[in-house]
């Protein structure tokens, strides 16, 4: 049921964009309950001048290696889900790719169910 755009700066290798994909549905699958194999992932890379990222909103300190991965989902998790979340995605990356904690920016977009069709013009999940 998720569905995940990861956006970053142009220049990284295709085993290190896959890894990323790995960690974010690694830690989908630990913290949000999401089943196995649902697995929809867009990777995007960007040039500097496609990829405008805040340098210190909030007073933290991002780089060009500040990955942005946004998120659309089922809507009903609660805070400390997705606060457990964040943070396994947010160490999983650093720990595979020692990208920085402060480079990990995501956005979740929480949508009811009927507003998903995986195939053959029909919404899998809406009541009939």
């Known amino acids: 049921m998720p569905f995940v ?28 309950d999401v089943p196995e194999n649902d697995r929809f992932q867009i ?7 496609d990829f405008i990222v805040d340098r210190g909103y909030l007073g ?6 500040c ?9 009903g998790r609660d805070v400390e889900k997705k606060r457990a979340f964040y943070k396994a995605v ?12 402060e480079d990990v920016f995501i956005s979740l977009i929480e949508v009811k169910k009927e507003n998903w069709s ?4 029909e919404a899998q999940y809406a009541p009939r």
């Open 5 to 32: 755009r990861i956006d970053l700066m142009q220049g990284k290798d295709a085993a290190y964009r896959a890894t990323i994909g790995d960690v974010v549905y690694d830690a989908m699958r630990a913290t949000l």
């Open 60 to 65: 933290i300190d991002r780089t060009d290696d």
């Open 90 to 101: 947010a160490d999983g990356l650093h720990e595979r790719l020692k990208v920085r904690r």
């Open 118 to 121: 995986f195939g053959n013009g």
């Open 67 to 75: 990955i942005v991965i946004q998120i659309t989902l089922n809507e």
């Open 43 to 49: 990777v995007g890379e960007h040039g500097a001048s």
